[in-house]
């Protein structure tokens, strides 16, 4: 089965930028799609296809996808921020399953 | 627009089914495919299975033996049962449509989940 990891933390200063990385075997072939949770919350849609934003999502989110990595960046980050990042992929290599990352801790020291 | 409502008994018991209902208002249920997610608690979201409206599934095979997700297109309505629960079970059950935007829709790893239902909290005790 296909397996995407993310790192459990990752730690940012208001108003630097956010790196969130979900890594995966030629995760670069496949659309990542990026969910953000705030706690007690459902998740968001934020990124689609790798790097398209859904309305109403600011243009500090972007993506990237390429190699065995994809990234979710955060510019000028603020403390709304400050969330559960999910990134997920269809495994389509025996049956079309949906895979999530593990999630990460965006903290906003 | 689209909006997704979870609802059903917050509380079962060891060994029983979980059925969960998840209610679509704002549009029609028809022509979409639409899934379940769970997250038990302080952990990540689990892929439960999603279903076509015409009633085509596919299931997270480590569940597939206790899953069923069923529609009833008349209602608006989608559905989940899970049988023999145990407290792994216990968990925050979302529902959420799945949409494609590509200029191509002909398979569904081109779908993402565009709109979640707020969740509805399951406790498996006794």
């Known amino acids: 089965s296909y397996v995407l990891t993310q790192p459990p933390s990752v730690s940012v200063a208001p108003g630097k930028t956010a790196r969130i990385t979900c890594g995966g075997n030629n995760i670069g072939s496949k659309s990542v799609h990026w969910y953000q949770q705030k706690p007690g919350q459902a998740p968001v849609l934020v990124i689609y296809y790798d790097s398209d934003r859904p309305s109403g999502i600011p243009e500090r989110f972007s993506g990237s996808n390429s190699g065995n990595t994809a990234t979710l960046t955060i510019s000028r980050v603020e403390a709304g921020d400050e969330a559960d990042y999910y990134c997920?992929?269809?495994?389509?290599?025996?049956?079309?399953?949906?895979?999530f990352g593990g999630g990460t801790k965006l903290t906003v020291l | 627009q689209v909006q997704l409502q979870e609802s059903g008994p917050g509380l079962v018991k060891p060994s029983e089914t979980l059925s969960l209902t998840c209610t679509v208002s704002g549009g029609s249920i028809s022509s979409y495919y639409w899934s379940w997610i769970r997250q038990p608690p302080g952990k990540g979201l689990e892929w439960i299975g999603y279903?076509?409206?015409?009633?085509?599934?596919n299931y997270n095979p480590s569940l597939k033996s206790r899953v069923t997700i069923s529609v009833d297109t008349s209602k608006n309505q989608f559905s989940l049962k899970l049988s023999s629960v145990t407290a792994a079970d216990t968990a925050v059950y979302y529902c959420?449509?799945?949409?494609?935007?590509?200029?191509?829709?002909?398979?569904?790893?081109?779908?993402?989940?565009?709109?979640w239902g707020k969740g509805t909290t399951v406790t498996v005790s006794s």
């Open positions: 959420a449509r799945l949409w494609c935007s590509s200029t191509s829709c002909y398979d569904i790893s081109d779908y993402y989940m565009d709109v």
């Open positions: 997920q992929v269809w495994d389509s290599s025996s049956d079309h399953l949906v895979v």
């Open positions: 279903i076509y409206y015409s009633g085509s599934t």
